[in-house]
């Protein structure tokens, strides 16, 4: 996450963060964020290339696709603009601000990890010069 981003969300982290989690929309961000995202984008890339609107590059595979989705719920900075412009209470955006940064470590983990897994490692070069 940019450092940026992160210094300027002004966020209020007290005793009762945890229970702020189980609130309709911190659930409705995190979900999107995990699961919307690369579900999104997979289904996007599959029609286009289904409609013949681009190809689907030979050394990659839809599982691949899948984990760079996951990527994508790493929309941090871009959700708490819309958290901002979404919620008019205080405590509202505080706990979307949250959701969206613990929302977006576990996408950016998911992502990692399965790329990690699903991405074959690249073949030395064995020439000598």
């Known amino acids: 996450l940019p450092l940026f981003a992160i210094a300027n969300t002004c966020i209020a982290v007290g005793d ?3 229970s702020s989690l189980g609130q309709t929309n911190s659930l409705g961000i995190m979900i999107g964020l995990i699961i919307g995202k ?3 984008i997979w289904f996007f890339s ?3 290339v289904g409609m013949g609107l681009c190809a689907l590059p030979t050394d990659l595979k839809w599982k691949n696709i899948i984990g760079a989705g996951f990527l ?3 929309g941090f900075t871009m959700s708490i603009f819309i958290a901002l412009l979404a ?3 205080a405590d509202i955006i505080n706990n979307s601000k949250i959701a969206i940064i613990i929302a ?3 996408a950016g983990a998911i992502g990692f990890i399965f790329l990690m897994m699903t991405l ?7 020439e000598t010069a």
């Open 46 to 48: 599959f029609i286009g």
């Open 120 to 126: 074959k490692t690249p073949i030395e070069n064995d």
């Open 38 to 40: 690369p579900l999104g």
């Open 104 to 106: 977006s470590i576990i």
């Open 72 to 74: 994508g719920g790493i």
């Open 87 to 89: 919620f008019d209470n």
């Open 16 to 18: 009762s963060w945890q």
